[in-house]
C-alpha cells in the first residue's frame, strides 16, 4: 500500500501564501501523477492542480497564476505553493496520487487532508 501524509496547513490572512507538502510512503513501486483536491464548506470536492511523472502540470482556472505544483520524485513528495489567498480558497486540501505498490495493481491513493484557512 501507499500513505499519503500532507502537512502544512493552517490560518491565514487574505493576500498571504502557504505550502502545502505532501509525502508518500509504503511499498512503492511507481508513482504516476499525484495532485491535490479541495473540499470547502457545503461543497464538493475539486480538483486544484496535478503533475505528471515527467512535471507537465495542469490547474484549475480558479487557482491559475496563483498556485503552483511541483514534485520531487526521488522524495515522491508532491507540493502545492499558494500565493494570493482568497477566502475561497477555505477548504480542506487532499493529495492524490495515483501509484503502485509492490505486489498490487495501480491504484488512487488519498491523504488525509489538510485544513487551509484564509480569513481576517
Do not use: H
Amino acid at each position: 500500500q501507499v500513505q499519503l501524509v500532507e502537512s502544512g496547513g493552517g490560518l491565514v490572512q487574505p493576500g498571504g501564501s502557504l505550502r502545502l507538502s505532501c509525502a508518500a510512503s509504503g511499498r512503492i513501486f511507481s508513482m504516476y501523477a499525484m495532485g491535490w483536491y479541495r473540499q470547502g464548506p457545503g461543497k464538493e470536492r475539486e480538483l486544484v492542480a496535478t503533475i505528471t511523472s515527467d512535471g507537465s502540470t495542469t490547474y484549475a482556472d480558479s487557482v491559475k497564476g496563483r498556485f503552483t505544483i511541483s514534485r520531487d520524485n526521488a522524495k515522491n513528495t508532491v507540493y502545492l505553493q499558494m500565493n494570493s489567498l482568497k477566502p475561497e480558497d477555505t477548504a480542506v486540501y487532499y493529495c492524490n496520487a495515483d501509484a503502485r505498490a509492490l505486489l498490487t495493481r495501480r491504484s488512487d491513493y488519498w491523504g488525509q487532508g489538510t485544513q487551509v484557512t484564509v480569513s481576517s
